[in-house]
């Protein structure tokens, strides 16, 4: 009787394994073989605490707003200085999560720094952007560094300016054009 050992990788939540399979073959009948037993073994290779947009929490516009009225979470807009300039929410603060350049948009490379330096890990921040997809990679970022309490708000800052919570002026004066946008919004 010959023995053959076939591991293949296997993940389950944060954790992977190997998952063994002993396989027992037959000296009379080498073609035959049959399966003594498949056992998901107990130890992990490695543990895998990566986050990804599926962890980002995300919440409405009107959800942000009863959360920022309650006064238990921060706006934290990550949009670019000029963007926030042109309008943005009260209380917020700005740490562009993106430059704009020559060559196109690059990340911010002190983005980081600059949340902690006005943030701690288990502050409950609110994280907006134009649209929603800068904000969503800065709340990927911001649960691999450590911070707790991260959520998008969906629609980003154009949403906030379309539900009418942005004040009396007119919604092209606040919002700035976004190719994930409608013209007409």
């Given at each position: 009787?010959?023995?053959?050992?076939?591991?293949?990788?296997?993940?389950?939540?944060?954790?992977?394994?190997?998952?063994?399979?002993?396989?027992?073959?037959?000296?009379?009948?080498?073609?035959?073989?049959?399966?003594?037993?498949?056992?998901?073994?107990?130890?992990?290779?490695?543990?895998?605490?990566?986050?990804?947009?599926?962890?980002?929490?995300?919440?409405?516009?009107?959800?942000?707003?009863?959360?920022?009225?309650?006064?238990?979470?921060?706006?934290?807009?990550?949009?670019?200085?000029?963007?926030?300039?042109?309008?943005?929410?009260?209380?917020?603060?700005?740490i562009?999560?993106?430059?704009?350049?020559?060559?196109?948009?690059?990340?911010?490379?002190?983005?980081?720094?600059?949340?902690?330096?006005?943030?701690?890990?288990?502050?409950?921040l609110?994280?907006?952007?134009?649209?929603?997809?800068?904000a969503?990679?800065?709340?990927?970022?911001?649960?691999n560094?450590?911070?707790?309490?991260?959520?998008?708000?969906?629609?980003?800052?154009?949403?906030?300016?379309?539900?009418?919570?942005?004040?009396?002026k007119?919604?092209?004066?606040?919002?700035?054009?976004?190719?994930?946008?409608?013209?007409?919004?």
């Open positions: 009787m010959i023995k053959l050992y076939n591991f293949k990788p296997y993940s389950f939540k944060s954790y992977s394994y190997v998952l063994s399979s002993t396989f027992i073959i037959s000296e009379e009948d080498p073609h035959k073989r049959r399966s003594n037993k498949t056992s998901l073994q107990g130890f992990p290779m490695e543990k895998t605490n990566t986050k990804t947009f599926e962890d980002v929490e995300s919440v409405d516009v009107y959800t942000a707003k009863g959360l920022l009225t309650i006064g238990h979470h921060r706006y934290l807009d990550v949009r670019t200085n000029e963007e926030f300039a042109k309008s943005h929410f009260d209380d917020a603060l700005n562009p999560y993106m430059f704009k350049t020559d060559e196109g948009r690059i990340v911010n490379p002190d983005f980081l720094p600059q949340v902690a330096s006005v943030c701690k890990k288990d502050d409950n609110i994280v907006a952007c134009n649209s929603g997809g800068r969503t990679r800065a709340c990927v970022d911001l649960l560094a450590g911070y707790e309490h991260v959520a998008n708000m969906e629609g980003g800052y154009s949403a906030w300016v379309d539900a009418g919570f942005a004040g009396d007119p919604a092209a004066e606040l919002k700035t054009a976004c190719k994930f946008r409608p013209k007409d919004n």
